[in-house]
């Protein structure tokens, strides 16, 4: 009887997907003669497996390279742009390792092409052997966009113990009252100035609403809310590097 239930709530139920979005933001240029190299901004996501626990974990990453969110930000040019033939002598190899690192170690190997775009790099497990050289000129700022889908399961829209309630409510109805959950969503900026030392970073942590109803799919809003889960952190990633360039135009347009 059990699996009956499970089924038929399999079959009725469907789940609609609310991005993450910004009311449209006035723009400021910072200087026609400030030269910002975008590195990153192409949405990863992680492979997920399970250990022999039963518990889930992480195995490796992968970029989207075909959905560069570069043109999102209005002042700068992919760091293809500013390559050039020799090495930058003003960046140490200490600060183009950390840079390397600091995106490998979230995006993994599958971040190596965007990196080998301007800077030639050998990693050993002895860094002293390593070699890193970049090969860049004229860049006033370099951004570094990791934006990215974390591993954090959906977890109840409202927490509060009224929210917890709702959600079980809504199961009991059969998903006639609609429970709500969330998606995370996240990205960072890094900041680097001319010399490849981090200035700082931009941090955002917002969600996906994910909404649960046999019902609730027949009036979508088709700007905010759709029923492809994939399309929505897509929107809701496009969302932030919007956010971020506001933010960033704000603080440094004076510099």
């Not at 390792?97 to 002895?126: C, H, R, W």
């Not at 990791?146 to 109840?156: A, D, E, L, Q």
Request: contains cysteine; hydrophobic residues 35%.
């Amino acid at each position: 009887m059990r699996k009956i239930i499970f089924l038929i709530f399999t079959l009725i139920r469907c789940s609609s997907y609310e991005s993450y979005t910004v009311s449209d933001l006035q723009y400021t240029q910072i200087s026609p003669a400030k030269k910002i190299a975008l590195v990153g901004f192409l949405p990863y996501n992680y492979l997920i497996q399970k250990d022999r626990q039963g518990e889930l974990y992480r195995s490796s990453a992968t970029i989207d390279y075909e959905n560069s969110m570069k043109p999102l930000f209005l002042d700068g040019k992919d760091i293809i742009s500013y390559v050039s033939r020799n090495g930058n002598s003003k960046i140490t190899r200490d600060n183009c390792l950390n840079f390397v690192y600091s995106y490998l170690d979230i995006v993994k190997a599958s971040g190596k092409m965007e990196l080998q775009k301007f800077i030639d790099f050998e990693l050993t497990p002895d860094l002293s052997k390593s070699k890193c050289i970049v090969k860049t000129e004229n860049i006033d700022f370099y951004i570094l966009g990791i934006p990215g889908k974390p591993i954090n399961p959906w977890r109840n829209y409202d927490e509060s113990i009224f929210g917890f309630f709702k959600s079980a409510f809504s199961v009991l109805t059969f998903f006639i009252y609609p429970t709500k959950q969330v998606e995370p969503v996240n990205a960072s900026f890094h900041i680097y100035d001319s010399n490849l030392n981090l200035i700082e970073k931009f941090e955002y942590q917002k969600h996906v609403i994910v909404t649960t109803s046999w019902w609730f799919n027949l009036n979508l809003d088709s700007n905010r809310v759709s029923k492809d889960i994939v399309s929505s952190i897509r929107l809701s990633q496009e969302s932030i590097t919007k956010e971020f360039s506001y933010d960033f135009n704000v603080k440094y347009k004076k510099k």
